[in-house]
């Protein structure tokens, strides 16, 4: 009997659906999570991009800022567009502040293409995954990266995707796209570890 990588999803704002989706067509079972037990039941977790503030504030609200960090210790994370800023140490900026997750040595920058008006699409060259399409709503990107952290893909000198052992971020959506190959690396990483 095979068992499946199971993929966590946060689920407590955000694109969940779309993330669900994609884990599934990349060859893993995938779940909600929404509590500390479900996080338990996951091999790997995905924080989806959505709005940074209050996915910060539910986490806090439904006791999985602590679970969370523990389970990244030993387990695959991807984090996309504001699931990258949860994961950084820091939003950088006038108002430097602290993120409650704290899992990866990157300064992001929120909002730092501009505007929802600002959004764009672009062919994107990453390290070891080559060409992918790359969907950047209101993106982030990443102002710097600690000695840990290697930068996997950059669009005008600006850092948007990188990686650090098992934690995995991206400033765009590979959910809204019908290209598997970001998902493939990431379900890839749960072997590893």
């Given at each position: 009997?095979?068992?499946m990588?199971?993929?966590?999803?946060?689920?407590?704002?955000?694109?969940?659906?779309?993330?669900?989706?994609?884990?599934?067509?990349?060859?893993a079972?995938?779940?909600?999570?929404?509590?500390?037990?479900?996080?338990?039941?996951a091999?790997?977790?995905?924080?989806?991009?959505?709005?940074?503030t209050?996915?910060?504030?539910l986490?806090?609200q439904?006791?999985?800022?602590?679970?969370?960090?523990?389970?990244?210790?030993?387990?695959?994370?991807l984090?996309?567009?504001?699931?990258?800023?949860?994961?950084?140490?820091?939003?950088?900026?006038?108002?430097?502040?602290?993120?409650?997750?704290?899992?990866?040595?990157?300064?992001?920058?929120?909002?730092?293409?501009?505007r929802?008006?600002?959004?764009?699409?672009?062919?994107l060259?990453?390290?070891?995954?080559?060409?992918?399409?790359?969907?950047?709503?209101?993106a982030?990107?990443?102002?710097s990266?600690?000695?840990?952290?290697?930068?996997l893909?950059?669009?005008?000198?600006?850092?948007?995707?990188?990686?650090?052992?098992?934690?995995?971020?991206?400033?765009?959506?590979?959910?809204?796209?019908?290209d598997?190959?970001?998902?493939?690396?990431?379900?890839?990483?749960?072997?590893?570890?």
């Open positions: 009997m095979v068992i990588a199971r993929v966590g999803v946060l689920a407590l704002q955000g694109a969940v659906s779309e993330h669900l989706d994609m884990a599934r067509r990349a060859g079972y995938s779940l909600a999570v929404t509590s500390p037990d479900d996080l338990a039941q091999d790997a977790l995905v924080i989806p991009g959505g709005e940074s209050a996915i910060s504030r986490i806090r439904n006791g999985l800022e602590d679970p969370v960090r523990a389970f990244a210790r030993s387990h695959p994370v984090g996309t567009c504001a699931g990258l800023i949860l994961c950084g140490r820091e939003i950088g900026g006038p108002d430097k502040e602290p993120q409650p997750l704290g899992l990866m040595d990157i300064t992001v920058e929120r909002n730092g293409f501009g929802q008006a600002d959004s764009f699409e672009t062919p060259t990453v390290e070891g995954m080559g060409t992918v399409p790359a969907v950047f709503i209101r982030p990107y990443i102002q990266a600690g000695p840990g952290a290697r930068v893909a950059s669009v005008g000198g600006r850092a948007v995707m990188a990686e650090q052992g098992n934690i995995l971020v991206a400033a765009f959506h590979p959910e809204l796209t019908d598997l190959t970001v998902y493939r690396y990431f379900v890839g990483k749960i072997k590893a570890a």
